[in-house]
């Protein structure tokens, strides 16, 4: 299987935290997360490149989500912090083997989904 398994989604209160997994199989320079909300594209949400361990992140979620990496398990994480009712959407983990992380059609791999809903 190459496609990547998250993990941790549920069901919290607005301005609660979630901490979301990904594994994945296959060993990408990219790993991102993008998510889809109700009736709305799929968004860019952050990425790690592994070399240097970079990061980056869409403004809106920028100072309360933070990626990062486990080398030896080829695991990614998304914490969410100060989670807001907008944050509710279906995350997804995506490996990349290109060098632009900010566009979905850049990911050769995705995971199934899971689903991240913030109520009031």
């Known amino acids: 299987q190459v496609q990547p398994v998250e993990s941790g989604g549920g069901l919290v209160q607005a301005g609660g935290s979630l901490r979301l997994s990904c594994a994945a199989s296959?060993?990408?320079?990219?790993m991102g997360w993008f998510r889809q909300g109700p009736g709305k594209a799929r968004d860019f949400v952050a990425a790690i490149r592994w070399s240097g361990e970079t990061t980056y992140y869409a403004d809106s979620v920028k100072g309360r989500f933070t990626i990062s990496g486990d080398n030896a398990k080829n695991t990614v994480y998304l914490q969410m912090n100060s989670l807001k009712i907008e944050d509710t959407a279906v995350y997804y983990c995506?490996?990349?083997?290109?060098?632009?992380?900010?566009?979905?059609?850049?990911?050769?791999?995705w995971g199934q989904g899971t689903q991240v809903t913030v109520s009031s």
């Open positions: 296959v060993r990408t320079p990219i």
């Open positions: 995506a490996s990349s083997y290109s060098s632009y992380v900010w566009t979905d059609h850049e990911y050769a791999y």
